[in-house]
Structure formats: C-alpha cells, structure tokens
C-alpha cells in the first residue's frame, strides 16, 4: 500500500493519516497502532485504557509519534508475519528494500500482573537488498500530551520521565537528542539490522539493552507464541484467511490479567470526520465481549471464554449497577465502574474530529439486551466449554429474576442513544433470550429454578414483541414499540431464534430492511433523521450489521445473496484485513479501530454460511 501522508520522515511535523492505514500489534495488555509508514501512532502504557504516550492519530502535532522509516521516498507495504500478530512494514526504493518489524513480546498469559514484570516494544530494522539509509524520530507526549517531561542520554539508552511514567529507549545504533526526543539516523547494507527497545520502567524493572540475538530469541519467541494459540482453531472452511485474522485481532483485545476483552483499542477515532461521534471504547461492554466469547468458543477458544467467565465471577456481580440495573452497560478492563467521560480540549482530533473523549458516560445508561448477550454466552460456555459452577448459577438466576421485573422499562438500547428511553424492539428481544437461555439451562441441567414464572415472562416478552413490534404499515418488525421506524438491530431475531428465518412475518421484514437501511451490501443501524438520537450529524454504515445481514440472508436459504453480499464486506477490510466500527460513503473505515463486534460478526457470518453452503 502506498504511504499516504504527504511528507517524508523527519522532515517535519507528521501529519494525519486514515485510519484504515494501520496494523495492529499487542502483548495482551495494550496495543500500538503503526501506520503504513511506519509510524507508530498511537499506544498507551502500560495498559489499554492508560493515558496514550504516542497520540499523533488524534492530534499529528501534539499526540507524540515514534517514526521509523526509510529516509528515501519510498513505497510502502504492510502485512502480518504468517499465522501471527508480529507486523512487517516494507519499504521499497531504487537503492534498496528494507523492512521494519513491530512486535510486542507476550508474556505468560492469562495471569495477574508482578511488579517485576516486563513489556516491551521491539521495531526491528532489516535491509533485505541493497543498501538503505533509515531515519528514527521518538517524541513521546505523555498522559494524552498534557504532560511534559524530561530526557537523559547515556549513549544508546535513553530515559524519557514525565510525572506519572517513566519509558526507556535502548537501540544498537547512535541516538541524538532533540530537545526532550531523540532522532537517529543509520544507513544499513544488506543482511544487517537495527533494534529499538521501549520499555516501561520503575521498580524493579530497570532499563535494559536489546541486543540483536535477544531481539531475534524474542521475534522467534513471539511468532511460537501466536501460532500456538492460533492452532488451537477447528475451522477449516472457505474464508479461514480473514476468520482466522479476526480471530487474532479478538485476542489481540483481551486484556490478559483479567481476561477482559475490550470493545476496541482507541478512543475518539469518528464515526464521521469533522463530526461529534467520538467515544472511547477502551473498555468491556457486556454485550461486545460476550458474543466474543460466542464467536471464539465457536472457533474452539475455549481458554477465552474460561477467562471472561472469571473476570466476570471475580469483577463484577449482580447489585454492582447502581440505579441502572444489576449490571452497568459497561466496565473497566479491572472491573472498575466509574468511568467518567471528559473532553481533551488540548488535542484536536483526527483529521480535526473534536471533541477528543476518555471515558463514556454511556458506562450510566440503561441497556437491557445486555442480560441476554451475556446469559446467552454463559449458556454457550456451558454447553460448549465447561459447566457453570453453583455459583456462577445464582450470579444467573439472580439476573433473570430482575429481567422478570424489569423487561418492560425503557431504555437508552444498543445504539447508546443520547435522545431518551424508548421502548426499543432489541431491548425486549434480548430481555426474552436471557430467560429463554436460563430456563434451557436450568432444564438440561436439572438446576434449582422458579421456572413458572420465567416461563411466564419469556411468553410475555414474545407477545409484546409479536403485538406491538411489528408494523402493519411496513409490514416489518420496527425499531420502538407502536412506531415505523426500521433498525437493523431486529436482524438479530432470527439469530437469536425468537423467529423462524423463513417465517413470512422475518420475510417480509427482511426485505423492508434491505429497500430501507442496505446499499449494496452496507448496512445502516437506522435512519438518525426518522429516528433522532440526540447527536448532530449522520454516520455512515454498520459493519456489524452488515454481517447480521449476511447471516440472516443465509439462514432464510438465500444464499446466494448471502454469500455475494459477504464477498462484498470482505473488500472494505482494509490492506491487512482489518476493520473500524463503520464504513463511509466511498468505502473508508470509520470509528474506533479495530472494532471487536465487527471481527466477532465476521466469524459468525463466515462459521453458518460455510455450514449452510456444505
């Protein structure tokens, strides 16, 4: 892919680049973002939800950067080592061809951090033919660029303090210092290589030289470590490419101390540029973690699903939600509840998209499909991975009986409206899963009960839903209650099987949906104009709902359609198959990036049409 930003290394203050043009690379603690250049744009330490020290994709002046790169104009192409989530950027010119390779060393998983504990960004630097002069520019900007900080030089390590965090830079090439950054220049022949090491440092983790042969044990060490987990994987079918890099995307989200999985890795990243659609998604929805436990038990990661389930037993239990509900909407990666959300008036946004958010007020907002996503995911991992124990049970039929209650309230729904409570068809679709589960639970394993009255209540919510769901003047299943308004969201119904998917009421809504909210094979969530939700501005597709679309055209037998429309979403990944949160109207990527719900939606869809298509 070639470099988009109109500028070379180091000549100058970088500028923004789409967020399409990015990999991923993680030690399941944080992330780090590297564009197509080389750039690291953003990352933050020591954890996901930590203030950024690299930000330049929300503010190319004051975010800080870490650019590698080759100092010739050169072009770019990016790709993941096989199998793995190690990131190799190649660099392309005249003279030579060079390469960098990003990679954060995984340490052992799914355990409680030690205060000895080391995590490392290693940027290994090749000339794999001819000769290559390279350039590096390191220019952290701690807690979000609010703070400054200094920078000791001792030869080819360097300290860089601010108030709240300490990183150590060692290379085994010369470092000069700029300022409060460091530059380097070096110029590699062919077969030779450079190494930069970032550390964070303090107590007993002091800095410490990355010399070649560690850099390569850790490379070596960190391929294994993904194609272990990766083999884990039973399918075998048509798109195991693009499931497969979904897969290690959904791992590269979970956050190994506590087995929490995070929505996506960035914050403010916009729905639309220049609009105010700008949230922080560094934390773990109920809903999004739990149908990724579904997609990855569907893939046989059953490991994931056992650590959800502990971060849920061990973090967070019913009565935690304050006046919402048993359950907040929303957690912090170590079960923490108050997320306050706040503007950073300092930094401007991508591509100028302010306001620049940390934290989500959302976090206080009354959903009730989350009962059903989650309950759903523990039913799965009872039948799928392991029984639930006595008392993840009463932790579940504590729950139903508040949806037994309470299924009838308004809500903010899954959209996280910002315009009111509405009485929303997914709310009540997902309020009868979670008691419909239970009680399937309960049946087959003979658990204690009040099986009556669930019973009752899961007939409630399907009438309500049958009477005052559905439109005769559409002659589709619609967003609120006794309203017209279409939302992707009921495509759930015949995943969820509330409705058969050949049913002629899910037929007939079926094609209200694709006249209505599909082009081509992009999805809208709804129509923000029909249906206000209390924010200025349109958004663009939703690729989540573009494969609910693809799975619901797949079980009503319409597979044809099905897999055309899936072929189709597969071209707006981007260079290395990743996806944001939405599509735009050209086929650029919007939204926080990468997106979990999307890549879990994408397994989903891939799993049933491949069975479907035998």
Wanted: hydrophobic share 40%; net charge negative; proline share 5%.
């Amino acid at each position: 892919m070639a470099d988009t930003r109109n500028r070379q290394p180091g000549q100058g203050a970088p500028c923004c680049v789409p967020i399409a043009d990015h990999g991923l690379i993680g030690d399941l603690r944080t992330v780090a973002l590297v564009g197509t250049d080389g750039t690291i744009d953003w990352y933050c330490c020591p954890s996901f939800d930590a203030p950024s020290v690299f930000a330049s994709v929300l503010d190319a002046e004051r975010g800080g950067c870490f650019e590698l790169a080759a100092v010739e104009s050169a072009r770019t192409k990016q790709f993941y080592f096989p199998d793995t989530n190690v990131l190799i950027t190649r660099f392309f010119t005249e003279d030579g061809v060079g390469e960098v390779q990003d990679f954060m060393p995984v340490t052992a998983d799914h355990q409680e951090p030690v205060e000895a504990e080391r995590h490392r960004l290693i940027r290994r630097v090749l000339c794999v033919r001819g000769t290559l002069p390279f350039r590096a520019r390191v220019a952290p900007r701690f807690n979000y660029g609010a703070d400054p900080h200094n920078l000791r030089l001792e030869g080819r390590t360097a300290l860089f303090e601010s108030a709240g965090l300490a990183l150590s830079l060692t290379a085994t090439v010369p470092l000069e210092a700029d300022g409060s950054d460091l530059r380097a220049e070096f110029k590699l022949a062919e077969g030779e290589s450079a190494v930069f090491a970032l550390d964070q440092v303090g107590g007993a983790v002091a800095p410490r030289r990355c010399a070649h042969a560690e850099a390569e044990e850790q490379f070596a060490a960190t391929v294994a470590y993904w194609r272990r987990w990766l083999a884990q994987s039973r399918y075998r079918g048509r798109w195991r490419e693009m499931v497969h890099r979904s897969a290690l995307t959904l791992k590269l989200l979970t956050y190994a101390p506590t087995g929490a999985i995070v929505a996506a890795p960035t914050t403010s990243l916009p729905e639309r540029i220049g609009g105010e659609r700008n949230w922080d998604y560094r934390y773990v929805w109920v809903r999004d973690a739990a149908f990724a436990v579904y997609a990855l038990l569907r893939l046989g990661f059953a490991g994931e699903a056992e650590a959800f389930m502990r971060f849920l037993t061990r973090h967070i239990s019913p009565g935690d939600g304050k006046g919402t509900g048993p359950l907040q909407v929303m957690y912090g990666i170590d079960g923490r509840t108050d997320l306050p959300e706040r503007e950073l008036s300092h930094l401007e946004g991508h591509f100028g998209s302010a306001p620049v958010r940390v934290g989500n007020a959302a976090a206080d907002q009354l959903q009730l499909d989350i009962y059903g996503a989650l309950i759903d995911s523990v039913y799965l991992y009872d039948k799928w991975a392991q029984p639930i124990s006595s008392g993840q049970w009463d932790d579940v039929s504590a729950l139903v009986e508040w949806v037994c209650e309470n299924w009838d309230q308004p809500d903010e729904g899954v959209w996280e409206t910002r315009g009111g409570r509405r009485n929303f068809l997914y709310s009540r679709l997902m309020c009868w899963v979670a008691v419909e589960r239970a009680i399937r639970l309960a049946t087959h394993r003979g658990l204690p009960a009040d099986l009556v009255r669930w019973r009752e209540s899961r007939d409630a919510i399907y009438r309500r839903i049958m009477n005052r769901g559905w439109s005769e003047r559409r002659q589709a299943f619609v967003q609120c209650e006794n309203g017209d308004v279409l939302d992707a969201a009921v495509l759930m119904m015949p995943l969820a099987k509330f409705i058969a998917p050949t049913d002629p009421k899910w037929l007939s809504t079926l094609d209200a949906l694709t006249e209505d909210l599909v082009s081509d094979s992009l999805v809208y969530r709804y129509d923000p104009q029909a249906s206000p939700d209390g924010l200025r501005g349109d958004e663009g597709t939703f690729s989540i709902c573009s494969f609910w679309y693809v799975e619901a055209l797949t079980r009503a037998g319409r597979l044809d359609e099905a897999r055309l429309a899936f072929e189709k979403m597969l071209t707006y990944a981007n260079h290395l198959g990743l996806y944001a949160e939405e599509i735009g109207p050209t086929g650029e990527q919007q939204g926080n990036f990468p997106q979990a719900f999307t890549h879990l939606s994408l397994i989903s869809a891939a799993y049933n049409l491949d069975r479907a298509l035998g």
